[in-house]
């Protein structure tokens, strides 16, 4: 309650004549005053409004003043409560400052100017206790939105910790691969490094290269099987088995039209993971598609994820290419010597021996 506001002060006394001379007492005094002449009365008005302090009479029939301080004591546990009795019993008192919490016993007759004071001072611990009861709920707020905001903090931390690991995972998985271009190898034994490697960086459970062909579409050239992690490539007469369902062909087909990765969370039946497709191209051209999933786990790849099996597809390009570059020297070498085979030697001066 704020100090601008006048406190009420809630009396109660079976006595008309006790009840008037207090309310004329404090209403002097600019504050609310609520009278009731029983306590069952009382208990009514304490439900209905803020208390700021209680004054009641001891002695009343049905409800005495100790029962009725203790019942407002659960209803109103801040509010201040004043004793007024004529009789000077111990265990009255006893029981009243026990059960019902009184903070102030005053006997009848009372004098006004230390009432007055009483209540001021009363009066003035309940704004004190109240601040501080605010002071405290501030506090307890503000340390929940730190704690909040603590956590927020930490998981921020986890998530760029696990972004920066994931990073320096696929850089060391594409410097395995570009050290491995610098030697010679079969296509087969570079594109299984490729399939191996984005496996152990994503945590996959199946990746597949397919090598697109004029003729036939998609022809699968390397895999990685469920869980094989660290497991070697599957390449070759162990392929043919490998066929693609409707809806990983419907993906092919929009992948290689629109040459952007493609991601299928949904697939619509419970025996097909979620999966995704990259495509493998040089320049304009499409030299082949990856295709990767997580059927364990059945999480749909993350846009993190996608990006850096499009990163490795990259390398697959620049392996695939390069095999194409040499087969086609292969066969321009076997042209040009079947057609000097066929010419015949030559004299050194230019005819025919």
């Given at each position: 309650m704020?100090?601008a506001?006048?406190?009420i002060?809630l009396?109660v006394d079976?006595?008309?004549?006790v009840?008037?001379?207090?309310?004329r007492?404090?209403?002097?005094?600019?504050y609310?005053v609520?009278?009731?002449?029983?306590?069952t009365?009382g208990?009514?008005l304490?439900?209905?409004?803020?208390?700021s302090?209680?004054?009641?009479?001891?002695?009343?029939?049905?409800?005495?003043?100790a029962?009725?301080?203790?019942?407002?004591?659960?209803?109103?546990?801040?509010?201040?409560?004043?004793?007024?009795?004529?009789?000077?019993?111990?265990?009255?008192?006893?029981?009243?400052?026990?059960?019902?919490?009184i903070h102030?016993y005053?006997s009848?007759?009372?004098?006004?100017?230390?009432?007055?004071?009483v209540?001021?001072?009363?009066l003035?611990?309940?704004?004190?206790e109240?601040?501080n009861?605010?002071?405290?709920?501030?506090?307890?707020q503000?340390n929940?939105a730190?704690?909040?905001?603590?956590?927020?903090?930490e998981?921020?931390?986890?998530?760029?910790?696990?972004?920066?690991?994931f990073?320096?995972?696929?850089?060391?998985g594409r410097d395995r691969i570009?050290q491995h271009l610098?030697?010679?190898?079969?296509?087969?034994e570079?594109l299984?490094?490729?399939?191996q490697?984005?496996?152990e960086v994503?945590?996959?459970?199946?990746?597949?290269i397919?090598?697109?062909?004029?003729?036939g579409g998609?022809?699968p050239v390397?895999?990685?099987?469920?869980r094989?992690?660290k497991g070697v490539a599957?390449?070759g007469?162990e392929l043919a088995?490998l066929?693609?369902?409707?809806?990983h062909l419907e993906?092919?087909?929009q992948v290689?039209r629109?040459r952007r990765?493609l991601?299928v969370a949904d697939t619509?039946s419970p025996?097909?993971?979620?999966f995704?497709?990259v495509p493998?191209t040089?320049?304009d051209?499409?030299?082949?598609?990856?295709?990767?999933?997580?059927?364990w786990?059945?999480?749909?790849?993350s846009?993190?994820?996608?990006e850096?099996v499009?990163?490795?597809a990259?390398q697959?390009?620049v392996?695939?290419?390069?095999?194409q570059?040499q087969q086609t020297?292969?066969?321009?070498k076997?042209?040009?010597d079947?057609?000097?085979?066929?010419?015949g030697?030559?004299?050194?001066l230019g005819?025919e021996?």
């Open positions: 704020s100090t506001t006048p406190h002060i009396i079976d006595d008309p004549l009840l008037s001379a207090l309310r007492l404090l209403l002097r005094e600019g609310r609520l009278a009731a002449a029983s306590g009365e208990l009514e304490l439900r209905n409004n803020e208390i302090l209680i004054i009641s009479d001891q002695r009343m029939p049905v409800v005495i003043g029962e009725f301080l203790a019942r407002a004591r659960l209803i109103s546990p801040y509010s201040m409560r004043i004793m007024l009795t004529g009789y000077s019993e111990v265990e009255t008192l006893a029981r009243a400052i026990n059960e019902g919490g102030f005053c009848k007759p009372w004098d006004d100017g230390q009432l007055r004071l209540v001021r001072q009363l003035d611990r309940f704004e004190l109240q601040h009861r605010e002071l405290t709920e501030e506090l307890f503000k929940e730190l704690q909040v905001l603590n956590a927020e903090l998981e921020r931390v986890r998530e760029r910790t696990r972004a920066l690991s990073k320096v995972r696929e850089l060391e570009a610098l030697t010679v190898h079969t296509l087969e570079t299984g490094l490729v399939v490697v984005i496996c994503l945590g996959l459970d199946r990746a597949v397919y090598l697109h062909e004029e003729v998609m022809r390397v895999a990685i099987g469920l094989a992690k599957t390449t007469a088995g066929e693609p369902s409707p809806l993906a092919f087909a290689g629109e990765p991601r619509g025996l097909l993971p979620p995704a497709v493998v040089r320049g051209e499409l030299l082949g598609l990856i295709e990767v999933d997580k059927r786990s059945r999480q749909p790849m846009k993190e994820e996608l850096a499009a990163s490795f990259l697959a390009a392996a695939i290419r390069d095999a570059l020297y292969h066969t321009w076997g042209q040009l079947e057609v000097l085979r066929e010419a030697p030559l004299d050194p005819g021996l």
